[in-house]
């Protein structure tokens, strides 16, 4: 099993900017890659960013492309979300989670930690 823990989010201004923390552990050299998700009020999950935990595959959702970037760093067993030029529309509660090697779903999940952008 992967346990993961968010956290860095809280209550920024339009413009601004916050990185996410998500740090792993447990059976973290069987991880094949990890993502962020997001959940507003009334709207379904929706995916944003995902890394291969080598760092060499990164994937973004249209709305957050050359605005927020993804990195891992293997050795802390953490993975971060750079956010930049935050909207309104990014306010959620934002989640990481792991896919194994052997598995093609994103199996374990943290807590998530809660985005609020104010206009």
């Known amino acids: 099993q992967v346990q993961l823990v968010e956290s860095g989010g809280r209550l920024v201004q339009a413009g601004g900017s916050l990185r996410l923390s998500c740090a792993a552990s447990g059976r973290t050299w069987n991880v094949y890659s990890v993502g962020w998700f997001r959940k507003a009020p009334e709207t379904e999950r929706e995916f944003v960013t995902s890394?291969?935990?080598?760092?060499?595959?990164?994937y973004y959702t249209d709305s957050v492309k050359g605005r927020f970037t993804i990195s891992v760093d293997s050795a802390k067993n953490t993975v971060y979300l750079q956010m930049n030029s935050l909207k309104p529309e990014d306010t959620a509660v934002y989640y990481c989670a792991a896919k194994m090697k052997d598995r093609s779903r994103y199996d374990y999940w943290g807590r998530g930690t809660q985005v609020t952008v104010s206009s």
């Open positions: 890394i291969t935990w080598s760092g060499g595959t990164t």
